[in-house]
């Protein structure tokens, strides 16, 4: 297969760019009275700020300090000075005829109330805000060094839960916020520079975050009404300033992917032994003899066939940003390639190249600006197959024995069913049913992907009077893709094998228009100020998808992988083709009310009505409320001599919002076409084509409304502990779900509202800053606590079943959601140990004195009989686990000595149970972890793992022995860098950081599995499914942060 290599495009690419931008530096001038020079340090540590902001008031003139803190501005007598840094505390300088050569000092303002944290349609000050948010700054997530900017949010984010789908180059992010409130999507709303973008984020570069904003209950998310039932995320992107001299920037870093943990195997001699104990158990002769077994030839270890060694993944991001007296810009452009640790490059990788262009034009003196936010992103990515136990190439190579070779005498992928397995020949293969997992990993894996993504909004602001602002946007989200690819002609097994070179081809356009208007009006009267806005957005998305396929492809290449190029000789008229439009639409009104008095006592009203196409006329709209109001304490009379208390906020807010996900016009039924053709009259042969309704129709479909009540409070204590905690309530009512009918219905099942849930819980957040000399450190910690129970399900007996054949072939169900349980919830048989003896099993009995398992022997396991009746069956099925964790935390170190600064990022979960089941019990020779050899064998020799047996019946009742604990600490990052600008304090460089890191450094946990923090991967409302899963890798970084 031909190796996709990108490591050298990229940085020539970016180096084109940094000339271009280079030519196209601007300088410009002010004009002024006088020139006032000076200089800005921190007060603390004595280091020159850069970047720090000097604006003359009321004036268009401003100015920023360089890397060694000065700064040059005209100014005349009488007029103020305003020097701002963010984390700093502002400052304001009457000039007088002897002001020049000022030395500033900057302290930091550890509480940052008055930072401007970004709401839904607007911005407001930190110590305003009255509903859950946090803030997560675009530094703090470029520290992490990550590819997916959400990940960097894990343990940085109180009651919001990040997981990965897998650890394959690419893999998409999971977020859930507050806990799961929906057996159907239940991913938050993702929101780009105002521009609604889909359930991902992993297209953005990390470097060109400026900040993320999440908010977490339904007063704050109310203005998004039908779409933020699951919460929301705001991004925001790096814009220039104007009056800021042409910044240059360039981030890079280069790094080596490891496995950070190997799955233990069997060898060849401990599996021969496993499986003749398990013949003897099951009345068979062995199938080895003690010297065939000490004398066998292959032992194929799977994982070290599988797993690579210092993959290789890299970024490189060169961005510029600056403005003149009317305009502002930024503008970046970025490569990230990332390869699998399983495989190499070759199997798995991703390639993710990146263009933003952010900047505003004042276009008539402050009163119209018009700007835009672009991004574009094209990614080429491929992995491995992921997920469940179907084509999961890493499940593969869990199963497959260690007496199957990788590769024959002749160099060609082994093949276990030319020569089948006998006596005295050990290294053929054990069964011929098993195959080559590296070779079904590389006949599966002959094809190519690439998508783009460009979106974002052109704008016009409009301020004819100070604090009155009309916005207008038109957004655009445009998302085309295409893929192809083919299997060749093969045969590894008796059940892997392919007779025909099969191709197949696909494609995807869609594209989303936003049009979003709003109006609002922030006034003070005396000591009452008001922001007011009102709004109106329209949103329309639609696209096509094309799947193709055809067989005897004529030149077997990923080249020649095209529909066109298959011939098609043995299979006459076959080829293949789908493809399916979608289109639906949203039209919205909303307004907003803030109101403080003398910023002390807060009030906030929302409103949203959504008409969505996804619903009957009759149910189309949906209206979401919310209330919210905050009590600054620490303004009051009487907290004027209490001492250490710096600030004190107490919120409390109410909120409805929605959730429209379903698939468009279920309120109709569709009419499918059927090739059965029917007699009609009494001419023979009078066929026709029929027409019948595929699916049930349901015209009275609604929202799911999710409702949610909040208390909480801000407090800064001594200068130096910020505290935040919230206490909160989230209903989530009316589910789409799926509706059980009778078989003889004909149709498929409609789509009805029924099942509630109750997610309730606490969060808290601590951080401490403070300074020793010269060194600066700041400690975090967060957790938070969620109870998650299912309220009402409208069916016969309450429950919404989860998928069977999930875990091993014809495997039952073992997850449900079920009025009184937690949403996907374990469900099986308990265990009370493993029987030990003869009489271990004759006086096993219920309160009857009936035998419970009459037919079990010794070393089987001893099930609860739950309900008491005396016989183990599906009625002694209960809750065995919870995939949904109650405690997640994390926590981090920040130290900064002179040039030198570390990082230590950590986050966890608790509470939560994984099922693990690499192994199918349903074949009989497959692998085998070493848990195994702690298998009973003997009276005492194990409690917990059962004997071994061909049929395996122990194994095939999903019980507790497949649930494991789920909790685990990681450290997710470990940083360590220095500043070497003093080294160049002649040269254009204002910073020049070097740096290493560890990522995914350490892993507690008493799970094992690869990995503990497993995703969404078996079904729709569960997770922590292990059925082979793709681990993350532990990765070392060499890095760079360089500013012109």
């Known amino acids: 297969m031909k190796k996709i290599k990108t490591s050298r495009r990229a940085p020539k690419l970016l180096w084109v760019l940094l000339s271009f931008l280079l030519m196209g530096v601007q300088s ?91 709401i839904g349609y607007g911005t407001q000050k930190k110590k305003l805000v009255t509903g859950a948010n946090l803030q997560v700054k675009g530094e703090d997530i470029q520290k992490q060094s990550t590819t997916n900017a959400l990940q960097a949010l894990q343990g940085q984010a109180p009651g919001v839960q990040i997981t990965s789908y897998s650890g394959q180059p690419g893999s998409g992010t999971v977020v859930v916020i507050r806990g799961k409130g929906t057996i159907g999507n239940f991913y938050p709303l993702y929101v780009v520079d105002g521009v609604q973008v889909g ?40 814009s220039g300033r104007m009056n800021q001299k042409p910044q240059i920037t360039f981030d890079t870093y280069y790094g080596w992917q490891n496995v950070a943990r190997k799955a233990q195997l069997l060898n060849s001699k401990e599996y021969a032994t496993i499986i003749n104990e398990a013949a003897v158990n099951s009345g068979k002769a062995p199938y080895f003899t003690n010297d065939i077994i000490n004398n066998l030839s292959v032992n194929t270890n799977w994982m070290d066939k599988m797993f690579l060694s210092n993959v290789p993944t890299q970024n490189y991001v060169l961005g510029i940003s600056g403005g003149g007296t009317g305009s502002s810009y930024s503008m970046s452009l970025g490569y990230t390639g990332q390869g699998g640790i399983v495989g190499g490059s070759q199997y798995s990788f991703f390639d993710r190249y990146t263009f933003r262009l952010n900047s505003e034009h004042n276009v008539y003196k402050n009163v119209v600006k018009f700007g835009e936010h672009l991004t574009f992103n094209y990614q080429n990515n491929h992995g491995i197959g992921v997920g469940g136990i179907y084509g999961n190439t890493l499940r593969g190579a869990y199963n497959a024995s260690p007496f199957l070779p990788m590769y024959d005498s002749t160099g060609a992928y082994y093949s276990a069913d030319k020569v089948g397995w006998y006596p005295g020949n050990p290294t053929r293969a054990w069964n011929t049913g098993e195959s080559n997992p590296y070779a079904n990993m590389d006949y599966s894996t002959r094809s190519e992907s690439n998508s783009q993504k460009l979106f974002g909004d052109v704008y016009m602001l409009i301020e004819p009077i100070k604090g009155l602002k009309f916005r207008s946007s038109l957004g655009l989200n445009y998302t085309p893709s295409q893929s192809h690819g083919y299997n060749p002609v ?46 109106s957005s329209a949103l329309k998305s639609k696209g096509t998808n094309i799947y193709g396929n055809n067989f005897d492809l004529r030149v077997a290449d990923l080249a020649h992988a095209y529909l066109s190029v298959a011939q098609n000789s043995t299979r006459a008229n076959r080829m293949s083709i789908s493809g399916s439009p979608y289109e639906s639409a949203l039209e919205s009104y909303f307004g907003r009310i803030q109101y403080n008095y003398k910023e002390k006592y807060l009030l906030n009203l929302t409103y949203r009505a959504d008409g969505s196409s996804n619903f009957a006329p009759n149910h189309r709209w949906g209206y979401f409320p919310s209330v919210s ?21 107490i919120r409390a807010s109410w909120g409805q919002v929605g959730n429209q996900s379903v698939a ?27 027409a019948y309704p595929s699916r049930l ?51 498929l099942p409609p789509t009805i509202n029924g099942g509630d849930v109750t997610n309730t819980g606490v969060e808290l957040s601590l951080t401490y800053h403070n300074s020793i000399g010269d060194l600066n450190y700041t400690v975090s910690a967060n957790g938070a606590y969620n109870k998650n129970k299912v309220g009402n399900i409208p069916t016969n007996d309450h429950i919404i079943h989860g998928y069977t054949n999930a875990l091993f072939n014809n495997g039952p169900e073992f997850y449900r959601a079920q009025n009184g349980f937690p949403i996907g919830y374990f469900w099986g048989l308990k265990t009370a140990g493993i029987f030990q003896s003869e009489a271990d099993v004759a006086s096993y009995k219920n309160s009857a004195g009936k035998l419970i398992q ?63 089941s690499w192994h199918d019990p349903a074949g009989t020779q497959g692998n085998w972890s070493k848990d195994i050899l702690n298998r009973w064998h003997g009276t005492g020799t194990s409690n917990s793992i059962p004997r071994v047996t061909e049929d395996n019946r122990n194994w095939t009742n999903f019980s507790d022995l497949y649930v494991k604990d789920g909790s685990f600490l990681r450290i997710n990052t470990i940083t360590l860098g220095y500043d070497l600008s003093k080294a160049f304090k002649k040269s254009v460089l204002s910073k020049i950081r070097v740096y290493t890191s560890v990522l995914n450094a350490f892993t507690f946990t008493k799970y094992s599995g690869m990995d503990p923090e497993i995703g969404f991967n078996a079904g729709d409302f569960t997770q922590g499914v292990d059925v082979g899963y793709y681990p993350r890798p532990r990765t070392l970084l060499i890095g760079a942060n360089v500013r012109f």
């Open 28 to 118: 410009f001038s002010q004009t002024g009275a006088r020139k006032i020079t000076g200089k800005i340090i921190n007060k603390v540590t004595g280091e020159p700020i850069l970047g720090a902001s000097i604006s003359v008031k009321n004036t268009a003139t401003a100015t920023t300090t360089n890397a060694t803190g000065n700064f040059t501005i005209n100014a005349k007598t009488g007029e103020t000075l305003v020097i701002s840094f963010v984390g700093f505390t502002t400052q304001s300088i009457n000039v007088t005829a002897s002001t020049d050569n000022l030395q500033i000092q900057l302290a930091e303002d550890y509480s940052k109330l008055n930072e401007v944290v970004v």
């Open 199 to 238: 359930g991902d984020i992993s297209y953005l570069n990390p470097s060109d975050i400026e900040s993320i904003d999440v908010l977490k209950d339904a007063a704050s998310a109310a203005i998004y009404g039908s779409q933020a039932a699951n919460g929301v995320i705001l991004v925001t992107t790096k």
């Open 490 to 535: 093969y045969h590894l097994s008796i059940y892997s094998f392919n007779d025909t070179a099969t191709v197949w081809q696909s494609m995807g356009n869609g594209i989303g228009l936003q049009f979003d208007n709003q109006l609002s009006y922030e006034f003070k009267v005396k000591d009452h100020g008001f922001n007011v806005m009102v709004g």
């Open 629 to 649: 109001a905050g009590w600054i304490v620490n303004r009051e009379n009487f907290m004027k001599n209490i001492t250490g208390i710096d600030f004190l906020k």
């Open 664 to 690: 468009p016009y279920q309120y109709l039924a569709p009419i499918s076409f059927s090739n059965v053709r029917y007699n009609f009259g009494n001419v023979e042969g009078n066929n026709s084509t029929g």
């Open 697 to 747: 129709a349901n015209p009275d479909i609604k929202w799911e409304t999710s409702e949610q009540s909040n208390i909480g409070f801000d407090a800064v204590v001594m200068h130096r502990l910020n505290v935040t905690f919230d206490y909160y309530i989230k209903k989530t009512k009316d589910w789409l779900i799926t509706a059980p009918i009778l078989a003889t219905a004909g149709a």
């Open 854 to 916: 009459p037919n079990a022997q010794p070393g089987d396991v001893k099930y609860v009989d739950v309900n008491g009746d005396g016989t183990i069956d599906a009625n002694d099925k209960t809750q065995i686990g919870d995939p949904n964790p109650h405690f997640t935390f994390g926590f981090s170190i920040s130290l900064e000595y002179k040039g030198f600064d570390f990082l230590l990022q950590a986050s966890g979960v608790t509470g939560n149970s994984l099922v693990q």
